[in-house]
């Protein structure tokens, strides 16, 4: 017999397990991390693969069916193909995907691909290699590109490129991006600028709205016209070019929050269970698993955090208080 969905109070049906593998990252975009001083959790103290199988397997028998492995930046976690193989293999995982700032695909799309992986997010907000370099203070442009052509000819079936929407920074990148992704039968992803990063440089000012970049390329390129939402749990809103060349998503977390369709949860780099985001409170799954805990009881705390999922994040209220964690540290 299933089991019973994991369903939160307000009736949301959650099947989508989101995993940080690291809090460590490769370069040090200025709206996620500073350029020094970064504190990092003692690697003692981030799961291992095994745990997280464990942890994903009970997850599944729960009703989970759709992974994404983040980090931090998660191909810097050594071995990962070799995780990335494990999940591949669980039976009822419909959806394996991975986030990462492709600074290291030249290296290891091949492996990926090879383990099981078939769907890449690749973090890129300009082509420019000036701007890329102000933003991520590492001048890796020619590797993230380089590491997107390989993926495409090795046969990754949908490369999304996700693109943070800062105002006064990245309008000159909003059209150039948009053609590379038509040129390239990828999709780009404006994500608007969300109170994650950790120096507190976050201000409601500083967000380019979707709305904004959607006049911008119907102006510049052709009309977007609104696809109908075949998920309506996904973050993305979806439009397509009416000359038939390609789509546009945007994840319009402060103009447009999703939270009453979330499906979602995140465990983190050093297990903890979080049911948002922007949660203020988390679940300790690793010193359950470290303790000698059942499955059973690892799921209960599984329903328990899930049974406890607020509303929504209140970003356009004066009730909003940002989590206690950057966004490196609780996994994108």
């Known amino acids: 017999m299933p089991a019973a969905p994991l369903v939160d109070s307000f009736g949301r049906v959650h099947d989508n397990l989101r995993i940080s593998v690291t809090d460590r990252c490769n370069i040090r975009c200025f709206y996620c991390m500073p ?21 994903v397997r009970i997850a599944v028998s729960l009703g989970i069916t759709k992974l994404r492995v983040t980090g931090g930046e998660p ?44 769907r890449l997010n ?10 890329f370099f102000r933003i991520t203070r590492r001048d890796d442009l020619p590797k993230v590109l380089a590491g997107l052509d390989l993926a495409k000819r090795l046969g990754y079936s949908r490369i999304k490129l996700n693109a943070v929407a800062v105002k006064d920074l990245v309008e000159p990148d909003i059209v150039p991006l948009a053609r590379y992704a038509r ?5 780009v992803r404006y994500i608007e600028f969300m109170p994650l990063d950790a120096q507190n440089l976050w201000d409601r000012s500083k967000v380019l709205l979707a709305g904004d970049i959607i006049e911008t390329l119907s102006r510049e390129i052709a009309p977007l016209v609104p696809i109908p939402d075949p998920d309506p749990r996904a973050p993305a809103t979806e439009y397509a070019f009416a000359d038939g060349i390609g789509t546009v998503g945007f994840i319009a977390s402060v103009s447009r929050p999703f939270c009453l369709n979330c499906n979602r949860i995140r465990l983190t780099a050093d297990g903890k269970l979080r049911y948002c985001l922007f949660a203020i409170e988390e679940d300790d799954v690793k010193v359950l ?30 009730k909003f208080v940002a989590p206690p964690r950057p966004m490196y540290s609780i996994g994108g």
Request: overall charge negative.
């Open 75 to 118: 191909l810097v976690r050594r071995d990962l193909p070799v995780l990335i193989r494990r999940l591949a293999a669980i039976p009822g995982i419909r959806d394996l995907a991975l986030t990462t700032n492709g600074v290291l695909l030249p290296e290891l799309a091949g492996p990926l691909y090879e383990a099981g992986l078939r």
């Open 183 to 187: 040129e390239n039968d990828f999709e």
């Open 35 to 55: 350029e020094t001083g970064v504190t990092f959790v003692d690697r003692s103290e981030i799961l291992d693969f095994e745990e997280i199988e464990r942890f």
């Open 289 to 318: 698993m470290r303790n000698g805990a059942s499955d059973d009881e690892i799921a209960a705390l599984v329903r328990r955090n899930i049974a406890g999922k607020w509303e929504g994040h209140e970003i356009n209220s004066t």
């Open 122 to 131: 690749v973090h890129i907000d300009t082509l420019d290699r000036e701007r």
